[in-house]
């Protein structure tokens, strides 16, 4: 069975509550009614009913079974205004300031998620990353044991042996411009666990860099062995190694030449990069040269699930992050 069919599968199995926050956009619309016709979740649409419900009767779409809920008239806004007041306080926010913002539907959709009226949120058809990251990270926060929050790409590589027949997971790409050592040993911990719950692999952890086991002396490795040595230290019982080159960490002829007793060089199915450069160029050069299919940028370390879209996305591109959203739920 194919990676998504799996996903799919395991959402069906055990389904959980997934808001679309910009529930007016025609393509959340059209997604939401796929969903739950598949029975992949059950949806709260955030926006003004009547609005949906029209532009659902012109798209020919029955919205049947989804929740609609209006941020402006709902009668949890008040609660949720003084929810946001109480976590932001600390921070500048007043009473008044958090009784409007909590209006915006990308906060009313994430405050949902952290008073459990939801167990995940998917955005980002209309809306930039930042703006949909921001709200989670300020209400929502990290998961115990995860220091940051971050984001992963399954990549499916077509015709390639490489981690698990051309399946690798690569982190991060997408959200930690220039992550600590700290911060690099827990995107490697919150990726392994990515690894085995979301996609059943046995994670083979590379902390990628420019040397292989001590070739090179530089800041930068160092910064790359640090966190390497962290992260084992954290977790013992995963199998992460670094640090080391691309070809040791995927090819075993390399492997067996820089990093003999390396468990993880020549195996690695999980990709770690050093930082946000190397993330995102990495992952589009594979995409590009080897026609790999990219799937995400999914993020991973939030206490609950919140997921970014891409803003050229189609209702099956939705639908699909919401069956993903829906089983990193599960984990909660
Ligand atoms: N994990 C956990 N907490 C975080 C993280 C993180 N990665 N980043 C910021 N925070 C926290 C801060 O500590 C702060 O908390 P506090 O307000 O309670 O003290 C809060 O979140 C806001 O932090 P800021 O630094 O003010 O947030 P910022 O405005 O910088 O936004 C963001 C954070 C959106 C993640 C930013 O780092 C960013 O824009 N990253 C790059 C996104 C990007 O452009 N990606 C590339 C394109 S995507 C693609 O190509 C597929």
Redesign the pocket.
Known sequence: MKLMEQIWEKAKSNKKRIVLAEGEEERNIKACEMILRNGLADIILVGNKESILNKAKSLKVSLEGAEIIDPQTSDKTASYAEKLYELRKN?GMTLEKAEKVIRDELYFGTMMVKENDADGMVSGAIHT??DL??PG??IVK?APGAS???SFFIMLVPESSYGEDGLLLFSD?????NPTSEQLASIAISTAETAKGLCNLDPKVAMLSFSTMGSASHELVEKVTTATKLAKEMRADLDIDGELQLDAAIVEKVANLKAPNSNVAGKANVLIFPD?QAG?IGYKLVQRFANAEAIG?ITQ?FAKPINDLSRGCSPEDIVNVVAVTAVQAQSN
């Open positions: 921070k990353t930042g990251l921001r990270l300020q990290t940051v929050v971050s790409c997408a959200v930690n411009p946000l995102n940028p370390g």
